[in-house]
């Protein structure tokens, strides 16, 4: 060979190794990315943040990973982003059908009694025709556990409580009937850890245990436990 090319081929050679040590991106990654994207367009981040969180944070540790060439633990961590994923998809829908479910019982239970009235006026078509609007649902409060006697008012106190629409475990803690301070609500998802995965999501309908007879530390560690975690707080 003429000493002229040997600088050429050596050069060449380089190369092909330098493409030839090039490492692709595993499929994992893709297969991550898409199973969040999932997640999110299935609301996960309204009904299942903790998980979609997890998961997200599992991609961006891969993504590192990949960047320092760790390929090996890249690829776990991205199976792990896929699992939770696929989880926070799951737990959103359901939830979303488990609420979308609790609304339609609860328009066919405020539209009987409208059909039974109308019904009952075309029935005796010499009296007035009124169709009334059903009055806006209330929370119940139930199982009275102690009364408060005031001046003027009385406040019963209650040992369980039905969440209604729009409300959140600091607005209940804030009752007067449950603890009349927000930053009690800790007791409240202490008492339903059983149905209550994240304090931050909690569904119409749901019954929920008033603890009660709370000791001064007990109460002091509720509050420190509220300030601490951030939720519900301006």
Known sequence: MSLSFRPIVVLLCAVGLMAGCATSPP????????????AR?????????????????????????????????????????????????SSARTQRETQRQYQQQCEALTAQPRLDTLKAQLEHPQEKLVVQAPAPPQPAETTVATTTNNVSTKTVLVSEYRVGTGENLYAIAARPMIYGEGLLWPLIYRANRDQIKDPQQIFPGQTLSIPRNHSAEELESAR???RQSGIFLP
């Open 41 to 89: 367009n299935e609301g996960a981040q309204s009904y299942a943040p903790t998980e979609l969180n997890q998961a997200i944070s599992a991609l961006e540790q891969a993504e590192r990973l990949l960047d320092n060439g760790q390929q090996d633990q890249a690829v776990l961590s991205l199976q792990n982003a896929t699992q939770l994923a696929i989880s926070a998809k």
């Open 27 to 38: 499929i994992e990654l893709p297969i991550a990315r898409q199973a969040i994207d999932s």
């Open 224 to 226: 420190e436990t509220a």
